[in-house]
């Protein structure tokens, strides 16, 4: 049962959407196309007691919105104007509660039932922009003062007792508050769906820790750290082996090793900073310090670069270059619309010369991370390289954890 009523239910949302449609967009069609059905049901009902009361001319009036709203859906679905729906239906709901209010004699009279029509300026902050929402409201208040003025001119006797008009008066009271409250509470819904989409997007680009402070407003986002370290892996030989694949196989290749390596970063707790053709880079200690960032991230190297060892990507045997440094460096993000978190400064460039001064399946770090990482792993000295702007330095290969 339940599952049949979500099929109908999503059958019913998907009215009118088009291909090109945006996520708001979608999401205000689908709720004015929900929101249409319980309304016609509504007004069906409130037509049925009327005539069942005697009312006959106020019994047609809202059942001719219940037909003129079906038909508007249908056309909706048909051609897909969607502001001639919204601008019917905001209309409708408006004006028909008036003359509902006028065929049954004033406000006390008519149960309250021009509450209706407060319906529209609530859903055309929902439906349209902000900027005609206002509009609309309007609207609804100058119908309110004109009821006000006609009601001591209306000489419209009905057939409702007192018991009638005050159950009406509880019913439109009631299933307005109720109907609001629906609306509202699918928009938050489907809104907030849409933010936890959106951020959960933006935490697989940014830091969470960086992604808290752009939502808190901070226009400039840079932060110098005195000790962390970063990780550069890299294929090696990778432009002919890439020469040997399709496009699809080039990039579900890179993706294999990448995922694996991105579930290494959770594991370890190191920040994975960005992929760079066939080459990744991660850090430790950023956005977050760390005193033991060189131990986890060369424990992290050393699980890469086993994995690597063991494992076939397409029937190929791969083979990486690791290079890890340790020192100062700045974090922060660059960019307007497409955010990029980096990290700048000696450090980083000398990690980078660690990768590409190395061999094919050896993780080589400096001394500076060596002095962090001595008494958790064994290493063996590679003796010096030529690193450009800084001369010789010490290297060594690091081999297996104690």
Request: proline content about 3%; overall charge neutral; aromatic content about 12%.
């Amino acid at each position: 049962m339940d599952s049949r009523f979500d099929k109908i239910f999503h059958f019913l949302a998907r009215i009118g959407a088009d291909v090109g449609d945006d996520e708001e967009l979608k999401l205000q069609k689908s709720l004015l196309v929900l929101s249409t059905f319980p309304f016609m049901v509504a007004g069906a009902g409130w037509g049925i007691l009327y005539l069942y009361f005697g009312e006959i001319r106020a019994g047609l009036i809202p059942l001719s919105y219940s037909v003129i709203s079906l038909f508007s859906v249908l056309y909706f679905g048909r051609n897909l104007r969607f502001e001639f729906f919204r601008f019917s239906q905001l209309l409708l709901i408006l004006l028909l509660p008036f003359f509902l209010m006028l065929a049954l004699g004033g406000f006390v009279k008519g149960s309250a039932v021009i509450l209706w029509g407060l319906i529209s300026p609530l859903g055309a902050l929902l439906f349209d922009t902000r900027e005609r929402a206002p509009r609309w409201f309007m609207a609804y208040l100058l119908l309110v003062l004109v009821s006000g003025f006609l009601e001591p001119w209306l000489d419209v006797r009905n057939n409702l007792n007192t018991w009638q008009i005050n159950f009406f008066f509880t019913v439109n009271l009631g299933s307005v508050g109720a109907l609001i409250f629906l609306m509202v509470s699918y928009f938050v819904r489907e809104k907030n769906l849409f933010q936890q989409k959106s951020e959960s997007l933006l935490l697989n680009i940014l830091p969470k820790e960086i992604v808290t402070k752009l939502k808190q407003g901070h226009q400039t986002i840079a932060e110098h750290y005195d000790s962390a370290s970063i990780l550069f892996a890299d294929v090696v030989n990778f432009t002919p082996v890439s020469a040997t694949l399709t496009p699809s196989e080039l990039i579900e290749l890179l993706n294999a090793v990448f995922q694996k390596f991105d579930e290494l970063a959770d594991k370890y707790g190191v920040e994975k900073i960005k992929t760079i053709g066939d080459c990744y880079m991660a850090a430790a200690g950023v956005p977050r310090p760390r005193k033991d960032h060189a131990v986890i991230l060369t424990a992290m190297a050393v699980e890469m670069r086993d994995y690597i060892r063991q494992h076939d990507f397409l029937g190929k045997k791969l083979q990486f270059r690791f290079g890890i440094n340790s020192g100062p460096l700045i974090a922060g993000v660059i960019g307007s619309k497409k955010f990029s978190y980096d990290l700048w400064g000696d450090s980083v460039n000398i990690a980078s010369r660690m990768e590409s001064h190395g061999t094919g399946g050896l993780i080589q770090i400096t001394q500076a991370t060596y002095e962090l990482v001595k008494d958790h792993f064994t290493c063996t000295s590679l003796g010096t390289v030529q690193v450009k702007g800084k001369g010789e330095m010490h290297v060594w290969e690091v081999v297996h954890r104690i």
